[in-house]
Structures are given as C-alpha cells and as structure tokens.
C-alpha cells in the first residue's frame, strides 16, 4: 500500500503544555502529522529539559514527550510576546494546555477569548482534577489524581500502606484521552465550522479506569468492599502473580479456562473438587489453589518451562518481564513497540511508539526534537509573515528566547 500524507498534515496545534500529560497529547498529534509550535516561556524551557540524560541542551526526557514538535521561545511577560501569540491565533487549529486552572486566562489566552479571534478552534485544557468543582484550584500532579481516584487505595499489599507505580500511568492516559477528543473536536469543527473547549483531568482519567467496581459499589454498598489484593486479583481465580523458578509468572484465568489449566498441571480433578467448582469458590479458597499452582511451578527448572507447560493448554499467562528484558523482547522490536532513534546531539537510544499502529503510517523513527527557540524564526515567519529585521528587532527587545548554544540573533536584511 503506498504511504498516505500523515494524517493530521495541514493542522497547526499552539502547545502551552510542560512535563507529560499535555505534551504527550501533542506529542501524539505533531508524530501524525500536526505542526505543533511548543511555546516555552522561560530560558530553562519546558522543566524537564533538565531530566534524564542531558546533554548540549537536550534530555532524553524532553525529546521522548517532545518530538515531532517545534520550539518557539518566547518572554510571555512582554507585552509584544501577548500580542504576537493573539496574533496567530486565526492560523491555528488547536490549542493545548496543562497549567493550573486559571493561569492560561491570566495570560490572556483563556478559551473565551480565543474563540472571539478564531470561532473554529479547538482548546484543551488538562489539569489535575479539572476546570470545575470543589477541588479544581488544588495543585496536582499524577498521583494526586490516582490517590482522589479511589486507585491509589487498591494498589499494594492489604497489610500494607498503598504503593504508588514508578511511572506516569494517569499522565500519559491522559494525554492519549486528550489526543482522542481534540481528534474528535477536530472531526465535529471540520461538519459543523465550530470549536469547543476540552476539559481533561488526571482524576478523570484514573476514575475511567474502574472496569467493574464502581456499579456494584452503588448497588451494593453495605456488603461490597473493595479491598488492596496485594499480587492476586480481588475477583478472579485463579489471577495474579504467582512465584516459579527464576522469577513470576502472570495468569488471568477466567471461569471457562479453568479446564485447561488443571489439564496442564495433570490435576483434572480440580475441575471437580468443592473447593474450586466456580470462580466464586476459588476466589475464597485461593490461598490453598495459589499453593497448589505454585507447588506445581517449582517442579519445573525455570520459569520459561514452566509457561511452555502452559502454553500447550493455551492458559492464558505471561512471564512477569522486567523493563530489560521487555526493551529487548523480539516482540517488541518487531512491532516497533520499542524503536531506535536518533538525536543528534543525545546519540542513538530507544523510545515507546505510538499505542496504535496505523496501516497507511508506519511507525515513524525519523523523530527530531528542537532545542528551545530554535524555531523561532520559521514559526514567526511562517505564521506571522514577520522579515528577518522584524524577528531580529524581537530577539533584540528580548521578546523571543534561545537556548544559549543557538542564541545569536538572525542576521538582518541589507
């Protein structure tokens, strides 16, 4: 099939986002085809810049959350650096932001006064727990959103304080959920000739991820108690993780799959015994079923014997990997669910793709990241129509920012 034109080529995104929820909704935008102008506002740039490996002004952090975008660096206290951004605003599609509510508006820049300038724009707004209600004005980052979620209670050990996952589960979903409607914004604006405002927030988010518990919690309060389950499911058994030689193994068994792991255990009589007949009864004997299963898993040399065993049943399970041993999974590689890109002052290393793979788009690795301001003048001609005297009377005023290494002023027309 020949390769289509990306698909979002053609949109123009202003990213007002730093660190990962919003920029990785405009991450995912500018890698299909957006061109999104990343505005940093300060001579340090977005935050973490300064995270990961850093090197000659870039970090693996900021080219990860980053690529696919350009850096237009730019003193927003100034009053020119206002009136330069409202002044692109009728050639831009999508807006996006991720400080605390309130503070876009503050700049000048809120969505009501946007939509005057440009009625067909679209603007997200991502936060911690949202635009509106009681705890809106509260400062917020990932886990603050997982712990008002109800999530950050379910993780860990019941004898045990909550444990908190060593990466950014609520800000990258959130991002991807964001990408997912201002797509959607788009689609509606290109019918109907009118924008919207998006509200997204990490709490959302995170309260999205409850697949069963928050119906039956409000059918059945008095009796439903969610409950931490340390490494077994809450629900189901036999699921969880379970010890072998040499590391974990993860099943998730469902109730017609039972069958075929006693066959695979050479024990057909579990199928029939009291104790484990239905899923109800093997989550209350499970301790018993865990100590069979894992009495089971040491009778073979390693862990990868063991889930053969298992694959011969087609019982659902995988070995539990760690972050190592799934960078270099031939899986991963084969899918670019792991790719090898290129800056070109950081070097060659791995990066995640997109979550989704698109027929017409391979996943892309011809990946760049800017360093701050160092499109300054392309943006702003581009955009703006501005000469290089204009751009050059800009830097001059300290209206625009670079980052030291690219800092020298464009020359000016003679």
């Given at each position: 099939?020949?390769?289509?034109?990306?698909?979002?080529?053609?949109?123009?995104?202003?990213?007002?986002?730093?660190?990962?929820?919003?920029?990785?909704?405009?991450?995912?935008?500018?890698?299909?085809?957006?061109?999104?102008?990343?505005?940093?506002?300060?001579?340090?740039?977005?935050?973490?810049?300064?995270?990961?490996?850093?090197?000659?002004?870039?970090?693996?952090?900021?080219?990860?959350?980053?690529?696919?975008?350009?850096?237009?660096?730019?003193?927003?206290?100034?009053?020119?650096?206002?009136?330069?951004?409202?002044?692109?605003?009728?050639?831009?599609?999508?807006?996006?932001e991720n400080f605390a509510p309130g503070v876009i508006a503050s700049m000048g820049f809120d969505y009501a006064t946007l939509s005057k300038i440009n009625p067909k724009l679209v603007m997200c707004s991502i936060s911690a727990t949202g635009q509106s209600g009681p705890l809106s004005k509260r400062p917020g980052y990932d886990f603050i959103g997982s712990a008002f979620a109800g999530v950050t209670d379910l993780l860990g050990e019941p004898d045990r304080p909550p444990i908190v996952p060593t990466m950014a589960i609520g800000d990258v979903s959130t991002g991807v959920a964001?990408?997912?409607?201002?797509?959607?914004?788009?689609?509606?604006?290109?019918?109907?000739?009118?924008?919207?405002?998006?509200?997204?927030?990490?709490?959302?988010?995170?309260?999205?991820?409850?697949?069963?518990?928050?119906?039956?919690?409000?059918?059945?309060?008095?009796?439903?108690?969610?409950?931490?389950?340390?490494?077994?499911?809450?629900?189901?058994?036999?699921?969880?993780?379970?010890?072998?030689?040499?590391?974990?193994?993860?099943?998730?068994?469902?109730?017609?799959?039972?069958?075929?792991?006693?066959?695979?255990?050479?024990?057909?009589?579990?199928?029939?015994?009291?104790?484990?007949?239905?899923?109800?009864?093997?989550?209350?004997?499970?301790?018993?079923?865990?100590?069979?299963?894992?009495?089971?898993?040491?009778?073979?040399?390693?862990?990868?014997?063991?889930?053969?065993?298992?694959?011969?049943?087609?019982?659902?399970?995988?070995?539990?990997?760690?972050?190592?041993?799934?960078?270099?999974?031939?899986?991963?590689?084969?899918?670019?669910?792991?790719?090898?890109?290129?800056?070109?002052?950081?070097?060659?290393?791995?990066?995640?793709?997109?979550?989704?793979?698109?027929?017409?788009?391979?996943?892309?690795?011809?990946?760049?990241?800017?360093?701050?301001?160092?499109?300054?003048?392309?943006?702003?001609?581009?955009?703006?129509?501005?000469?290089?005297?204009?751009?050059?009377?800009?830097?001059?005023?300290?209206?625009?920012?670079?980052?030291?290494?690219?800092?020298?002023?464009?020359?000016?027309?003679?």
């Open positions: 099939m020949e390769q289509q034109a990306l698909m979002l080529k053609g949109y123009r995104v202003l990213d007002f986002t730093h660190f990962v929820a919003g920029p990785t909704c405009t991450r995912i935008m500018g890698e299909l085809g957006a061109d999104v102008i990343k505005v940093e506002r300060s001579l340090e740039g977005d935050h973490v810049r300064q995270l990961g490996i850093v090197k000659d002004g870039m970090s693996t952090y900021y080219f990860q959350h980053s690529h696919s975008k350009r850096s237009l660096g730019i003193d927003l206290r100034n009053p020119r650096a206002t009136a330069l951004i409202l002044a692109m605003i009728p050639k831009i599609d999508v807006v996006v964001a990408a997912m409607a201002v797509g959607f914004a788009l689609l509606n604006a290109s019918r109907t000739g009118q924008g919207q405002y998006l509200d997204a927030s990490l709490l959302d988010t995170y309260f999205h991820m409850h697949e069963m518990a928050v119906p039956v919690l409000s059918m059945r309060r008095e009796t439903f108690k969610p409950r931490r389950n340390g490494s077994q499911h809450p629900v189901g058994s036999p699921s969880g993780v379970f010890k072998a030689n040499g590391g974990y193994i993860m099943l998730l068994v469902q109730q017609h799959e039972f069958p075929r792991i006693a066959r695979a255990m050479g024990r057909p009589d579990l199928v029939a015994d009291e104790r484990f007949k239905s899923n109800g009864r093997r989550v209350r004997n499970n301790a018993a079923l865990k100590t069979i299963i894992e009495d089971w898993f040491a009778t073979f040399p390693d862990r990868d014997s063991a889930i053969a065993a298992l694959d011969q049943e087609r019982v659902p399970c995988a070995p539990v990997l760690t972050l190592e041993e799934a960078v270099d999974h031939p899986h991963m590689r084969a899918r670019k669910t792991v790719r090898r890109v290129s800056d070109r002052t950081l070097g060659e290393f791995d990066l995640p793709s997109l979550p989704v793979k698109f027929s017409a788009w391979p996943d892309r690795t011809d990946l760049k990241a800017s360093t701050l301001g160092e499109d300054n003048e392309a943006v702003l001609s581009e955009v703006l129509d501005l000469s290089a005297d204009e751009i050059a009377g800009l830097y001059a005023e300290k209206v625009l920012i670079k980052a030291p290494a690219a800092a020298k002023p464009p020359a000016t027309a003679s």
